[in-house]
């Protein structure tokens, strides 16, 4: 079975980067047909949408994290990569990767066409 495994600091301070790492394993996908996202959860709010790398390299990211995102993978290495700076205390959430083999990149943007999720991890911003 498929799983993915998200791994990274549980604790940032303000202004400081983010490096969140997403592995896979249990399964045979061949990650460089897929898609990864994260996606992460604020507490007490639903799922927000963070950006996408296609399988062809495409770079989606939400307008409001753009300007403070990177996504990036490597296909031989099963793994996908988070990179956001400027970490603000509102950034505080349960980050999540996810994968989708899906072709249509306008699903992307939607958290249902994701067909593999990892548990999360908990990501706190604060001095």
């Known amino acids: 079975q498929v799983q993915l495994q998200e791994s990274g600091p549980g604790l940032v301070k303000p202004s400081q980067t983010l490096s969140l790492t997403c592995t896979v394993s249990g399964g045979s996908i061949t990650t460089s047909y897929y898609a990864w996202s994260w996606i992460r959860q604020p507490p007490g709010k639903g799922l927000e949408w963070m950006g996408v790398?296609?399988?062809?390299?495409?770079?989606y990211y939400t307008p409001s994290l753009k300007s403070r995102t990177s996504i990036s993978r490597d296909n031989a290495k099963n793994t996908g990569y988070l990179q956001m700076n400027s970490l603000k205390p509102e950034d505080t959430a349960v980050y999540f990767c996810?994968?989708?083999?899906?072709?249509?990149?306008?699903?992307?943007?939607?958290?249902?066409?994701?067909?593999?999720w990892g548990q999360g991890t908990q990501v706190t911003v604060s001095s």
């Open positions: 996810a994968a989708t083999g899906r072709g249509d990149s306008g699903s992307y943007y939607y958290t249902w066409a994701y067909a593999y």
């Open positions: 790398i296609a399988y062809d390299g495409s770079r």
